[in-house]
């Protein structure tokens, strides 16, 4: 008898869980994600059908945004955000090991998850300041993405980390088809 009620109690609650975890993403999905300070910038006008969250207009100026000839997305916002996104496979095992044979930089990987990595390059004895970057492989539907910060940029590891997080919020939105 003790047997059956705590099958029928382990029934009850794979029930629960399986019922309620299901909607609650499907909730998550579709509601884009807010980080504070920041807003949603359409990608649409540039030939990329997403949205990605960048920093607000109105404390950090309107965001800088050019389709390069090489086909990546390079946005910036004021001084402290600079991401481009491009189709790639999103190779991070390929990244870490480029990293590691690298002849000039010594590389140590500071944070890795699943689809992203954050990294730091020095080149020893040099006098050269030490460089922070970021790696994310997005997937939208069948694309995959990568997002990474600008080559060009002298960002610091809280910044990077500000980048990550933006480049995470990272959406497919399809564009609005006008009426003739």
């Known amino acids: 008898m003790k047997a059956l009620k705590y099958l029928s109690l382990i029934f ?3 029930i629960l869980i399986a019922c309620g975890g299901s909607s609650e993403e499907e909730v998550i ?3 884009p994600v807010e980080l504070k300070g920041y807003e949603e910038l359409d990608l649409n006008p540039w030939g990329f ?3 990605i969250m960048v920093p607000n207009a109105e404390e950090n100026g309107e965001p800088n945004v050019v389709l390069t000839e090489r086909g990546a997305l390079e946005i910036v916002v004021g001084q402290s955000f600079g991401i481009e ?3 790639g496979e999103g190779d991070i095992e390929l990244l870490k090991m480029d990293l590691k044979e690298d002849l000039v930089f010594t590389s140590e990987i500071i944070k890795e998850e699943e689809n992203a990595i954050i990294y730091k390059q ?3 004895d040099s006098g050269i300041k030490t460089q922070h970057h970021f790696f994310y492989k997005a997937q939208l539907g069948a ?3 990568e997002v990474r910060d600008l080559i ?3 960002y610091g590891s809280a910044m ?3 980048m990550l997080n933006a480049a995470k919020t990272l959406r497919e939105v399809k564009a609005a088809k006008v009426a003739a």
């Open 29 to 31: 999905e579709n509601k």
């Open 49 to 51: 059908e997403m949205a």
């Open 12 to 14: 009850v609650f794979a």
């Open 143 to 145: 694309n995959i993405y």
């Open 85 to 87: 996104i491009m189709f």
């Open 122 to 124: 020095d080149i020893p």
């Open 152 to 154: 060009d940029g002298s």
């Open 160 to 162: 990077i980390e500000s």
